[in-house]
Nanobody, 125 residues
Framework: QVLLVESGGGLVQAGGSLRLSCAAS????????MGWFRQTPGKEREFVAA???????YYADSVKGRFTISGDNAKNTVYLQMNSLNPEDAAVYYC???????????????????WGQGTQVTVSS
Protein backbone atom coordinates (compact mmCIF):
# COMPACT_ATOMS: atom_id res chain seq x y z
CA GLN A 1 0.00 0.00 0.00
CA VAL A 2 1.38 3.36 -1.04
CA LEU A 3 1.14 6.08 1.57
CA LEU A 4 2.07 9.74 1.46
CA VAL A 5 1.86 11.45 4.82
CA GLU A 6 2.20 15.21 5.13
CA SER A 7 3.08 17.09 8.27
CA GLY A 8 4.14 20.56 9.33
CA GLY A 9 1.09 22.65 8.58
CA GLY A 10 -0.32 25.12 11.05
CA LEU A 11 -1.02 28.75 11.80
CA VAL A 12 1.59 31.40 11.08
CA GLN A 13 1.59 35.17 10.90
CA ALA A 14 2.10 36.93 7.60
CA GLY A 15 5.78 37.13 6.85
CA GLY A 16 6.49 33.96 8.77
CA SER A 17 7.72 30.54 7.70
CA LEU A 18 6.62 26.93 7.79
CA ARG A 19 8.23 23.71 6.65
CA LEU A 20 6.08 20.93 5.32
CA SER A 21 7.24 17.34 5.11
CA CYS A 22 5.93 14.43 3.07
CA ALA A 23 7.00 10.88 3.83
CA ALA A 24 6.29 8.34 1.12
CA SER A 25 6.20 4.59 1.56
CA UNK A 26 4.93 1.43 -0.07
CA UNK A 27 6.93 1.36 -3.29
CA UNK A 28 10.11 2.54 -4.98
CA UNK A 29 9.89 6.16 -6.01
CA UNK A 30 13.12 6.48 -7.96
CA UNK A 31 11.27 7.01 -11.25
CA UNK A 32 8.77 9.44 -9.74
CA UNK A 33 8.58 13.13 -9.23
CA MET A 34 7.14 14.50 -6.03
CA GLY A 35 4.97 17.54 -6.04
CA TRP A 36 3.17 19.93 -3.74
CA PHE A 37 -0.23 21.32 -4.60
CA ARG A 38 -2.59 23.54 -2.66
CA GLN A 39 -6.31 24.06 -2.68
CA THR A 40 -8.79 26.49 -1.17
CA PRO A 41 -12.55 26.00 -1.02
CA GLY A 42 -14.22 26.43 -4.39
CA LYS A 43 -10.98 26.50 -6.33
CA GLU A 44 -9.07 23.95 -8.31
CA ARG A 45 -5.98 22.31 -6.96
CA GLU A 46 -3.01 24.53 -7.76
CA PHE A 47 0.54 23.47 -8.52
CA VAL A 48 3.10 24.82 -6.07
CA ALA A 49 6.39 22.98 -6.57
CA ALA A 50 7.83 19.67 -7.70
CA UNK A 51 11.07 17.77 -7.49
CA UNK A 52 12.40 14.94 -9.61
CA UNK A 53 14.44 12.14 -8.13
CA UNK A 54 17.46 13.66 -9.87
CA UNK A 55 17.00 16.81 -7.82
CA UNK A 56 15.58 19.01 -10.58
CA UNK A 57 13.02 21.37 -9.12
CA TYR A 58 10.09 23.35 -10.48
CA TYR A 59 8.06 26.17 -8.97
CA ALA A 60 4.89 28.06 -9.63
CA ASP A 61 5.58 31.70 -10.39
CA SER A 62 3.62 32.74 -7.32
CA VAL A 63 6.05 31.05 -4.94
CA LYS A 64 9.40 31.45 -6.70
CA GLY A 65 11.96 33.00 -4.40
CA ARG A 66 9.87 32.27 -1.31
CA PHE A 67 9.36 28.50 -1.31
CA THR A 68 12.00 25.80 -1.63
CA ILE A 69 11.36 22.14 -2.34
CA SER A 70 13.98 19.64 -1.32
CA GLY A 71 14.17 15.95 -0.67
CA ASP A 72 15.95 13.06 0.94
CA ASN A 73 15.88 10.19 -1.53
CA ALA A 74 17.12 7.71 1.03
CA LYS A 75 14.13 8.52 3.23
CA ASN A 76 11.59 8.90 0.41
CA THR A 77 10.80 12.27 1.92
CA VAL A 78 10.21 15.63 0.30
CA TYR A 79 10.07 18.98 2.05
CA LEU A 80 8.58 22.36 1.27
CA GLN A 81 10.18 25.28 3.04
CA MET A 82 7.81 28.24 2.86
CA ASN A 83 9.10 31.70 3.72
CA SER A 84 7.53 35.15 3.58
CA LEU A 85 4.09 33.65 3.79
CA ASN A 86 1.10 35.85 3.03
CA PRO A 87 -2.64 35.28 3.44
CA GLU A 88 -2.91 34.22 -0.22
CA ASP A 89 -0.76 31.19 0.60
CA ALA A 90 -3.34 29.86 3.04
CA ALA A 91 -4.72 26.55 1.78
CA VAL A 92 -4.70 22.83 2.26
CA TYR A 93 -1.37 21.62 0.96
CA TYR A 94 -1.13 18.21 -0.65
CA CYS A 95 1.87 16.08 -1.43
CA UNK A 96 1.71 13.86 -4.50
CA UNK A 97 3.81 11.42 -6.51
CA UNK A 98 3.69 10.89 -10.24
CA UNK A 99 5.79 9.46 -13.05
CA UNK A 100 4.34 10.76 -16.31
CA UNK A 101 6.74 11.96 -18.96
CA UNK A 102 6.70 15.44 -20.39
CA UNK A 103 8.41 18.70 -19.61
CA UNK A 104 5.30 20.10 -17.93
CA UNK A 105 3.84 16.90 -16.52
CA UNK A 106 4.61 17.97 -12.96
CA UNK A 107 2.21 20.91 -13.19
CA UNK A 108 -1.02 18.95 -13.55
CA UNK A 109 -2.82 16.99 -10.85
CA UNK A 110 -3.99 14.29 -13.27
CA UNK A 111 -0.36 13.28 -13.82
CA UNK A 112 0.01 12.22 -10.21
CA UNK A 113 -0.86 8.71 -9.06
CA UNK A 114 -0.62 9.05 -5.32
CA TRP A 115 -1.79 11.77 -2.94
CA GLY A 116 -1.47 12.54 0.71
CA GLN A 117 -4.35 13.54 2.93
CA GLY A 118 -3.37 17.20 3.01
CA THR A 119 -2.21 19.56 5.71
CA GLN A 120 -3.77 22.92 6.51
CA VAL A 121 -1.72 26.09 6.30
CA THR A 122 -3.31 29.20 7.77
CA VAL A 123 -1.71 32.64 7.49
CA SER A 124 -2.98 35.45 9.64
CA SER A 125 -2.64 39.04 8.48
Amino acid sequence: QVLLVESGGGLVQAGGSLRLSCAASGRTFSSYFMGWFRQTPGKEREFVAARRWSGTTYYADSVKGRFTISGDNAKNTVYLQMNSLNPEDAAVYYCAAGNRYGSSAHKFPHNYDYWGQGTQVTVSS
